[in-house]
Nanobody, 116 residues
Framework: QVQLVESGGGLVQPGGSLQLSCEASGNIFNVYSMGWYRQNPGKLREMVAAILSDGTPTYGWSVQDQFTISRDNAKNTVILQMNSLKLEDTAVYYC??????????WGQGTQVTVSS
């Protein structure tokens, strides 16, 4: 089993920054990627950013050049740095771990609200 614990959500004004962290524990020896998704009520979950086990990042088209994903292998943590936040970035953000057997694990979600 894999456990994912997220932190760092909150309220921020437009143009501001937030950093989300996700710490993985448990059976994390077979990881293909870790990343972040977001979702609003009534909408599909959207991939925001992911990072492969070799460190290669990938981003959703809507956050290119705005968000940066990184990982701290020693702490089994993936970090999402979000800059120049916009109203439309408001969502619940979920940490994801995808393993080499095509299993997906999810965190409990953390709310990010961009509002003036």
């Amino acid at each position: 089993q894999v456990q994912l614990v997220e932190s760092g959500g909150g309220l921020v004004q437009p143009g501001g920054s937030l950093q989300l962290s996700c710490e993985a524990s448990g059976n994390i020896f077979n990881v293909y990627s870790m990343g972040w998704y977001r979702q609003n009520p009534g909408k599909l979950r959207e991939m925001v950013a992911a990072i492969l086990s070799d460190g290669t990042p990938t981003y959703g088209w809507s956050v290119q050049d705005q968000f940066t994903i990184s990982r701290d292998n020693a702490k089994n943590t993936v970090i999402l740095q979000m800059n120049s936040l916009k109203l439309e970035d408001t969502a619940v953000y979920y940490c994801n771990l995808h393993d080499n057997e095509a299993n997906d694990y999810w965190g409990q979600g953390t709310q990010v609200t961009v509002s003036s």
